[in-house]
């Protein structure tokens, strides 16, 4: 099956830095990706949609300007935590939608990011 | 809004030993239903899914089967076995393409 990559896997960094999280899609294009959080013993929360080539589309909630996400090419878009506080460590997934037909509209998911401010 | 609703967890099982993972769903209209596993340090995989009521979903001895009457898509297996043990979600979406909705998952454990 198709597979998404993030990068790091885990990080660790001081409070007031910014931090940035890959995804990637390595074998197939991604028209969208969709960038989850998650919190132990929660649900996965969906942040953010992002197409390719333009701005993400933001849940209720979710601070654009804290979150950055850029969606540049077809295979990866890139979630940047700005002036992390303590209170945005949690477990950070990305999923990438196949525009191909033979899996079209499945998401595949990335392994996630451990984030962790100090 | 929508959500998802999966029992409590972790599920302690012996092998052999028959799974039943409860997922009740609140939605409008008729949402895709789905079961994703996470084994550890990977991501999430499909398991099953099914697009509409009374289908059937199956992959690798497990199935769930779409009630609409019940709101319900419980994952079951007769025979689990130690490379069963991950963490279960089940989800749901309206339409193809868009943001799944998670249930908080549940922790499946297998021993011999």
């Known amino acids: 099956g198709a597979v998404v990559s993030q990068h790091p896997s885990w990080v660790i960094c001081k409070s007031g830095t910014s931090v940035k999280i890959e995804c990637r899609s390595l074998?197939?294009?991604?028209?969208?990706m969709f960038w989850y959080r998650q919190f132990p013993k929660q649900s996965l929360m969906l942040m953010a949609t992002s197409n390719e080539g333009s701005k993400a589309t933001y849940e209720q909630g979710v601070e654009k300007d804290k979150f950055l996400i850029n969606h540049a090419s077809l295979t990866l878009s890139t979630l940047t935590v700005t002036s992390a506080h303590p209170e945005d460590s949690s477990f950070y997934i990305c999923?990438?939608?196949?525009?191909?037909?033979?899996?079209?509209?499945?998401?595949?998911f990335g392994p996630g990011t451990r984030l962790t401010v100090l | 809004g929508d959500s998802v609703t999966q029992m409590e967890g972790p599920v302690t099982l012996s092998e052999e030993a028959c799974l039943t993972i409860n997922c009740t769903y609140t939605a409008t209209g008729y949402p895709s239903l789905f079961w994703y596993v996470q084994y550890p340090g990977e991501g999430l995989q499909l398991l099953l899914k099914a697009t509409k009521a009374d289908d059937k979903g199956s992959n690798k001895g497990f199935e769930a089967t779409y009630r609409k009457e019940t709101t319900s898509f419980h994952l079951e297996k007769g025979s689990v076995q130690v490379s069963d043990s991950a963490v279960y979600f089940c989800?749901?979406?309206?339409?193809?393409?868009?943001?799944?909705?998670f249930g908080k998952g549940t922790t499946l454990s297998v021993s011999s």
């Open positions: 074998d197939f294009q991604a028209t969208t």
């Open positions: 989800a749901l979406h309206h339409q193809a393409g868009t943001a799944l909705i």
């Open positions: 999923s990438a939608r196949s525009g191909t037909h033979h899996s079209y509209n499945e998401q595949f």
